[in-house]
């Protein structure tokens, strides 16, 4: 038992070495500390018999990275294409992706399809918002703020895929992709989304009332030290004040992130 704790010990002694002189690691699972992680993983595969089980000792401590996780469930092709999805398409073929076809011209762009100013939810949207959050945000901020953005959202029930267009006259935000993380989890479709607070401290997002609800049935919440919250309102009866009261007290003890998706990985802070 000595033996094995100093084993672990000496790995782990070894890992926050490199982690503090690694350079430019700029994506997590992206450089040289992957490439550090391999070589061990080879080194002790050819130790011999024992070795497997040492391996697994340091995975139990070390965990998964967050990367990992999400690259194991939602697969690394299906994250690239909705990356390049959102970095290559037009703007109409966007809408399309996100089930919004009835798209007569370029104008159209800048309203929220299928909401009236009558409606009970259109006092609460913000139709002309400019991503405070991202703008405020010491990560969504790095290394530069970019026009369209992909964020993923992990959750403990499932991942979330946001597509996050900040052009100079269009502002929108489309949920791209759910992902069940459990059993018999409902996901959500693509679709368009409104954005019911754009504060510095955080962005609250929703789902548009369906089923002659006069409110949403799910909310998304985006803190700028990328903490995410989702809350789910069965009958659509909670006006977006409630959530907002709730998001404004801060975030709840989570571990539930948002990552910004590059075409090489998740963005980490420097």
Known sequence: MKKKNSFISFILILIIFNLFTVPNAHAIGGGAIVKFFTKIT????????????????????????????????????????????????????????????????????????????????SKYIIYHWTGRVYRASDYFSRPKLEDRILLVCDTKDSIFYFSIIMEEKIKKAFLTDNIANIENYRVLKPQELIVTKDLDEFKIMATKPTNNNNFPNHYFIIYKNQIFEYEQHIHGTENPNIVFVRAEKGPKKTDNKCYKVSKDGLFVKK
């Not at 990275?65 to 959102?86: C, P, Y």
């Open 42 to 121: 080879q080194y002790f595969s050819k130790a011999g018999k024992g070795a497997g089980s040492k391996i697994d000792d340091i995975s139990k401590i070390l965990g998964k990275s967050d990367e990992a996780r999400i690259i194991e469930k939602v697969g690394k092709e299906t994250q690239g294409e909705h990356f390049n999805n959102l970095h290559s398409l037009s703007l109409r073929r966007i809408f399309r992706k996100h089930g919004i076809e009835n798209i007569d011209n370029i104008t159209d762009l800048t309203d929220i399809v299928n909401i009236e100013s009558s409606d009970k939810i």
